[in-house]
């Protein structure tokens, strides 16, 4: 089992950056594929962006492209979400996930994969 603790969110305006991290706790950080959603007000919860196990394998999604950029560091138990050129539509409550499933496609972007979830940090873009 593992626990997450999402830090890093806040205000900014648009065009600005954050740096959004999630803390896992447990020794077995190295055996989840790691995965970052988002749920804005009135709307269901979807796909930021994930990574593999050893950091092999990442995607995003359409709508952060360019401007996201994912990290794990596995000797510190943390995943990064570095997010660039932000848009009022970023906003939302970020959500780290972990899944110990040895998936490498689509199911990755798909948030009932994940087995465990951290309890999310609001980010406001300010238009």
Same mark, same amino acid.
Not at 10 to 15: E, M, N, T
Not at 17 to 34: I, K, N, V, W
Not at 39 to 62: C, L
């Given at each position: 089992? /593992?626990?997450?603790? !999402?830090?890093?969110?806040?205000?900014?305006?648009?065009?600005?950056?954050?740096?959004?991290?999630?803390?896992?706790?447990?020794?077995?950080?190295?055996? #989840?594929?790691?995965?970052?959603?988002?749920?804005?007000?009135?709307? !269901?919860?979807?796909?930021?962006? @994930?990574?593999?196990?050893?950091? %092999?394998?990442?995607?995003?999604?359409?709508?952060?492209?360019?401007?996201?950029?994912?990290? $794990? #560091?596995?000797?510190? %138990?943390? /995943?990064?979400?570095?997010? %660039?050129?932000?848009?009022? !539509?970023?906003?939302? /409550?970020?959500?780290?996930?972990?899944?110990?499933?040895? #998936?490498?496609? #689509? $199911?990755?972007?798909?948030?009932?994969?994940?087995?465990?979830?951290?309890?999310? @940090?609001?980010?406001?873009?300010?238009?």
């Amino acid at each position: 089992q /593992v626990q997450l603790v !999402e830090s890093g969110g806040g205000l900014v305006q648009a065009g600005g950056s954050l740096r959004l991290s999630c803390a896992a706790s447990g020794r077995t950080f190295s055996s #989840y594929a790691m995965g970052w959603f988002r749920q804005a007000p009135g709307k !269901e919860r979807e796909f930021v962006s @994930t990574i593999s196990r050893i950091g %092999n394998i990442i995607d995003y999604a359409d709508s952060v492209k360019g401007r996201f950029t994912i990290s $794990r #560091y596995n000797a510190k %138990n943390t /995943v990064t979400l570095q997010m %660039n050129s932000q848009k009022p !539509e970023d906003t939302a /409550v970020y959500y780290c996930a972990a899944t110990m499933g040895t #998936y490498t496609d #689509y $199911r990755l972007k798909i948030a009932r994969t994940y087995d465990y979830w951290g309890q999310g @940090t609001q980010v406001t873009v300010s238009s």
